[in-house]
């Protein structure tokens, strides 16, 4: 089960659909170079080809010469995989100032499995967010819970993006009036899969089922929507949550980091 998952995940998601909304899109050998809005750079790739680790280094130069070459870029993202063969490519990042962030479980599962009927405590709601009101302060909480400051900035590209994209759900949580956790489903266009993100809950709300129940509501509306999977890359903290209700861990994924140095 966990290579047929890992199989479909790298023939499916490691495509043009990773990048799919970005602003532009170029190639250079086996790697794609994207930029996304906010000066946000990003290099992905199905496989390198092969290479040995004199051409990973070659690829890692190629690609921040690149992004040196493009006005407003404030960050470049690698995004690794745990399951590549990269021979050198962590040692080659480095050495030109890339830094590696936390390691980040590649979960997958079956919808189907998933979209059981998940009891919430009383007086909870799930429901989707669909005003600028509930995007905000969907946006506040997952500022909090992540110690975000720049959470309004965030919030604005959500809402960019939901304007542009009625694909994307945003669901949320609410008891009282106040958002009490929160995640997204983003159905990627031609493939089986929808994506699990931005999950996040209140600590004094953690416990109770309310994640598990909100993952059950995005996975019934991915098979209303035709999906077979869902995937997600997690954190420590939510990858247990996750496995509870169904989804499996078929490899890893590290970002690194480079910023450009300014004068």
Same mark, same amino acid.
Do not use: C
């Given at each position: 089960?966990? &290579?047929? &998952?890992? !199989? #479909?995940?790298?023939?499916?998601?490691?495509?043009? @659909?990773?990048?799919?909304? @970005?602003?532009?899109?170029?190639?250079?050998?086996?790697?794609?170079?994207? =930029?996304?809005?906010?000066?946000?750079?990003?290099?992905?790739?199905?496989?390198?080809?092969?290479?040995? !680790? !004199?051409?990973?280094?070659?690829? =890692?130069?190629?690609?921040?010469?690149?992004? &040196?070459?493009?006005?407003?870029?404030?960050?470049?993202?690698?995004?690794?995989?745990?399951?590549?063969?990269? $021979?050198?490519?962590?040692?080659?990042?480095?050495?030109?100032?890339?830094?590696?962030?936390?390691?980040?479980?590649?979960?997958?599962?079956?919808?189907?499995?998933? @979209?059981?009927?998940? #009891?919430?405590?009383?007086? =909870?709601?799930?429901?989707?967010?669909?005003?600028?009101?509930? =995007?905000?302060?969907?946006?506040?909480?997952?500022?909090?819970?992540?110690?975000?400051?720049?959470?309004?900035?965030?919030?604005?590209?959500?809402?960019?993006?939901?304007?542009?994209?009625?694909?994307?759900?945003?669901?949320?949580?609410?008891?009282?009036?106040?958002?009490?956790?929160?995640?997204?489903?983003?159905?990627?266009?031609?493939?089986?899969?929808?994506?699990?993100?931005?999950? !996040?809950?209140?600590?004094?709300?953690?416990?109770?089922?309310?994640? +598990?129940?909100?993952?059950?509501?995005?996975?019934?509306?991915?098979?209303?929507?035709?999906? +077979?999977?869902?995937?997600?890359?997690?954190?420590?903290?939510?990858? $247990?949550?996750?496995?509870?209700?169904?989804?499996?861990?078929?490899?890893?994924?590290?970002?690194?980091?480079?910023?450009?140095?300014?004068?």
């Amino acid at each position: 089960m966990r &290579l047929n &998952l890992l !199989a #479909a995940y790298d023939a499916q998601l490691r495509t043009d @659909a990773e990048t799919a909304h @970005a602003l532009s899109v170029s190639s250079m050998g086996p790697i794609r170079l994207a =930029v996304f809005p906010g000066g946000r750079g990003f290099v992905s790739y199905a496989n390198l080809d092969g290479a040995d !680790a !004199a051409r990973v280094a070659e690829l =890692v130069d190629a690609a921040i010469a690149h992004f &040196l070459g493009i006005p407003g870029i404030a960050s470049v993202e690698w995004k690794t995989r745990g399951h590549d063969r990269a $021979p050198g490519l962590h040692d080659a990042l480095i050495a030109r100032g890339f830094v590696p962030e936390d390691t980040e479980s590649i979960m997958i599962g079956e919808a189907a499995l998933l @979209a059981e009927e998940v #009891a919430v405590p009383d007086g =909870v709601e799930l429901r989707r967010a669909r005003t600028e009101a509930e =995007v905000l302060a969907m946006e506040e909480m997952q500022g909090t819970v992540f110690e975000d400051p720049h959470w309004r900035a965030r919030a604005e590209m959500t809402l960019q993006r939901v304007r542009s994209d009625d694909s994307v759900e945003l669901w949320i949580a609410v008891s009282d009036g106040a958002v009490i956790s929160a995640g997204r489903l983003e159905p990627v266009a031609g493939t089986d899969f929808a994506g699990l993100w931005g999950g !996040a809950t209140l600590p004094s709300w953690r416990g109770r089922g309310i994640y +598990r129940a909100l993952t059950a509501q995005r996975a019934r509306s991915a098979l209303a929507r035709g999906k +077979r999977y869902l995937q997600s890359d997690s954190t420590e903290f939510s990858r $247990p949550i996750l496995e509870r209700a169904g989804l499996m861990k078929v490899s890893t994924t590290t970002p690194y980091v480079w910023t450009p140095a300014t004068e």
